[in-house]
T-cell receptor, first 110, second 113 residues
């Protein structure tokens, strides 16, 4: 069965420091990976998809099939990045539900 | 476009009661998924409806059920509530036949006492 693991429940970094939120997955096929973010008092929203290979709010994520990872990175953390981040996997077989990790709470300290 | 709406936003129920939550998807979206969000377990998938049919189901007991109407609005019902059912219940809609990009509602906070 497919699984998404986010090993850190909480990650605290200082403003201006680099950020890496880890995500590992288990799936034998070709998955589609996503990062979702939930800011305080806001709804959960899509941050980025691996397929688009774009940078959103300074965040990037590269799918590493060899290491089955999809870590989220940002070179310089900002206070407004403080939020709950969820990594999610889709089996890329069409009509299947997203599988979410348990989430990592990022706290950026001024 | 108006976003996904969920009603009610907050609910307090007693053990043994039942509850119905409602979700209105983004106009034109035909898929509605339900999730249970708790601090310990994160987001757990309950079920997904597409064109009034349950297309996918998570690993929850039969006390959790849902349905979807012809206008794509969906309801989720939990019978015989237990203390452990206290959670934020999120609804998400998506537009195409693939469910990858989901738009979430604000959630219904259910507290069971």
């Amino acid at each position: 069965a497919q699984r998404v693991t986010q090993p850190e429940k909480l990650l605290s970094v200082f403003k201006g420091a680099p950020v890496e939120l880890k995500c590992n997955y288990s799936y034998s096929g070709s998955p589609e990976l996503f990062w979702y973010v939930q800011y305080s008092r806001q709804r959960l929203q899509l941050l980025l998809r691996h397929i688009s290979r774009e940078s959103i709010k300074g965040f990037t994520a590269d799918l590493n099939k060899g290491e089955t990872s999809f870590h989220l990175k940002k070179p310089f953390a900002q206070e407004e990045d403080s939020a709950m981040y969820y990594c999610a996997l889709n089996r890329n077989s069409g009509n299947t539900p997203l599988v979410f990790g348990k989430g990592t709470r990022l706290s950026v300290i001024a | 476009k108006a976003g996904v709406t969920q009603t009610p936003r907050y609910l307090i129920k007693t053990r043994g009661q039942q509850v119905t939550l409602s979700c209105s998807p983004i106009s034109g979206h035909r898929s509605v998924s339900w999730y249970q969000q708790t601090p310990g377990q994160g987001l757990q998938f309950l079920f997904e409806y597409f064109s009034e049919t349950q297309r996918n189901k998570g690993n929850f007991p039969g006390r959790f059920s849902g349905r979807q109407f012809s206008n794509s609005r969906s309801e989720m019902n939990v019978s015989t509530l237990e203390l452990g059912d206290s959670a934020l219940y999120l609804c998400a809609s998506s537009g195409g036949t693939a469910t990858y990009e989901q738009y979430f509602g604000p959630g219904t906070r259910l507290t069971v006492t």
